[in-house]
């Protein structure tokens, strides 16, 4: 079974804090995404990575950034965390293709206080 | 621009059908997902399009139109852990090297007794 996980499961973290969301991957898959979930607004993509050491910007990527060091690995970075990055952040892994499933990490709820 | 239409949502009696629609406008089509998301819990794969024409898997059904930007989701004999949101995703064209799956924004069903 593909296996997609994410370091923290629930944080608490203040404001100006910079945070780290871990996610790693133990299928050798090319792509992968970082979401965040909040209510009535669905997934919105924040970053996604093809390959090591690329990223491209999704549609939500101010005040983030990530790191893709080694294929296995996918990192999203708060630089200074904000209360309105308060949300359910979710990673997620593929493979190269576009009828590949797009497999999801069990969640990291963030709240900034 | 992508846009993706679905229900916000839906309640129905177990051991029923549902049916959810999505609509979409997308730059490019490569396929459509829809996945399910319990409460708390990261989406998991239900069903994948890319031709016209239904997908049967057990109790679910996905169907496609590409011409008309439409899929839905039918979901028969309906049980109560069936009660979750339900995510409809195209994936469109390539960027950067990937192809980026949009979400809507998800429909929450409720099944009641």
């Known amino acids: 079974d593909v296996k997609v996980t994410q370091s923290s499961r629930y944080l608490v973290k203040r404001t100006g804090e910079k945070v780290f969301l871990e996610c790693v991957q133990d299928m050798d898959h090319e792509n992968m995404f970082w979401y965040r979930q909040d209510p009535g607004l669905g997934l919105r993509l924040i970053y996604f990575s093809y390959d090591v050491k690329m990223k491209e910007k999704g549609d939500i990527p101010e005040g983030y950034s990530v790191s893709r060091e080694k294929k296995e690995r996918f990192s999203l970075i708060l630089e200074s965390a904000s209360t309105n990055q308060t949300s359910m952040y979710l990673c997620?892994?593929?493979?190269?293709?576009?009828?590949?499933?797009?497999?999801f990490g069990e969640g990291s709820w963030l709240t900034v206080v | 621009g992508q846009n993706i239409d679905q229900p916000t949502e839906m309640t129905a009696t177990e051991g029923a059908i549902v049916q959810i629609n999505c609509t979409y406008q997308t730059s490019g089509f490569n396929g459509l997902f829809w996945y399910q998301q319990h409460a708390g819990e990261a989406p998991t794969f239900l069903s994948y399009n890319v031709l016209d024409g239904l997908e049967e898997k057990g109790r679910f059904s996905s169907f496609l139109s590409r011409s008309k930007g439409y899929s839905y989701l039918l979901l028969k004999e309906l049980q109560m852990k069936d009660s979750a949101s339900y995510l409809c995703a195209v994936r469109g064209e390539e960027s950067g090297g990937s192809y980026i799956p949009t979400f809507g924004r998800g429909t929450s069903l409720i099944v009641h007794p």
């Open positions: 997620a892994s593929s493979p190269q293709g576009p009828g590949n499933t797009i497999y």
